[in-house]
Nanobody
Framework: QVQLVESGGGLVQAGGSLRLSCVASGRAFGNYGMGWFRQAPGKEREFVAVISRSGGSTSYAHSVQGRFTISRDNAKNTVYLQMNSLKPEDTAVYYC????????????????WGQGTQVTVSS
């Protein structure tokens, strides 16, 4: 069992930055690929970024490529999402998720989810 707790969300003006953190409980954090997803009101949950178990591989949605950076610290059981040049369309609840043994952009493959943190970008 893995429990995930996100933090770092908030209200920011367009062009600003935020850094989200997700802390995982348990001893096997390094066995999980970690992803960030987001869900805006009235929309489906969508992929944002993913990182492999070692942190050596990452992938991003086209909409955030070049603005967001995913990273992880396995010694701290934590995955991060650095978000720069934020836009109003980035407004959503952001979720981190853990996928056992691999990593993918498909939300259906994830085993554990956090409760989410709200990010609001004003214009």
């Amino acid at each position: 069992q893995v429990q995930l707790v996100e933090s770092g969300g908030g209200l920011v003006q367009a062009g600003g930055s935020l850094r989200l953190s997700c802390v995982a409980s348990g001893r096997a954090f390094g066995n999980y690929g970690m992803g960030w997803f987001r869900q805006a009101p009235g929309k489906e949950r969508e992929f944002v970024a993913v990182i492999s178990r070692s942190g050596g591989s990452t992938s991003y949605a086209h909409s955030v490529q070049g603005r967001f950076t995913i990273s992880r610290d396995n010694a701290k059981n934590t995955v991060y999402l650095q978000m720069n040049s934020l836009k109003p369309e980035d407004t959503a609840v952001y979720y981190c998720a853990a996928q056992r043994g691999t990593y993918s952009q498909n939300k259906n493959g994830y085993n554990y989810w956090g409760q989410g943190t709200q990010v609001t970008v004003s214009s």
